[in-house]
């Protein structure tokens, strides 16, 4: 193992915006995410959020934004490794996505609770 090389971490922030990107560029709920994010941003400025609100909202938007790119990983690794249908994959997939949809129905739970408050 190598030590810490200033070269290598820029890499891999490179990788990591180009995951983003792909990310961005072929999953449609991704735009989704940036829709949502940009409304609940800009409602969080319109309704001037305390510091411990928009603490809490910048949990839940980082915690839907990880279930959408693990997803996605999790999505492309699963097509190389079993590119044919396979029963257990699409199970697999269908919970990946599941873990999605729990973070998404959480993040809005905690908009309301954010957000009533405040209307």
Same mark, same amino acid.
């Given at each position: 193992m190598s030590g810490f090389r200033l070269r290598a971490r820029l890499a891999s922030f490179r990788?990591?915006?180009?995951?983003?990107?792909?990310?961005?560029?072929?999953?449609?709920?991704?735009?989704?995410?940036?829709?949502?994010?940009?409304v609940v941003t800009a409602a969080g400025f319109a309704?001037?959020?305390?510091?411990?609100?928009?603490?809490?909202? /910048?949990? /839940?938007?980082?915690?839907?934004?990880?279930? +959408?790119?693990?997803n996605t990983a999790f999505e492309y690794l699963c097509d190389v490794?079993?590119? +044919?249908?396979? +029963?257990?994959?699409?199970?697999?997939k269908d919970i990946a #996505?599941? #873990?999605?949809l729990l973070c998404a129905i959480g993040a809005v739970v905690m908009g309301v609770l954010i957000f009533v408050p405040y209307l």
């Open positions: 990788y990591a915006f180009a995951g983003l990107r792909t990310m961005l560029f072929t999953q449609h709920n991704a735009w989704v995410h940036v829709a949502a994010t940009l309704v001037g959020l305390s510091a411990a609100d928009w603490k809490w909202l /910048v949990v /839940v938007i980082t915690m839907v934004w990880f279930a +959408e790119a693990m490794v079993s590119p +044919e249908h396979n +029963e257990a994959v699409l199970h697999a #996505a599941a #873990a999605v």
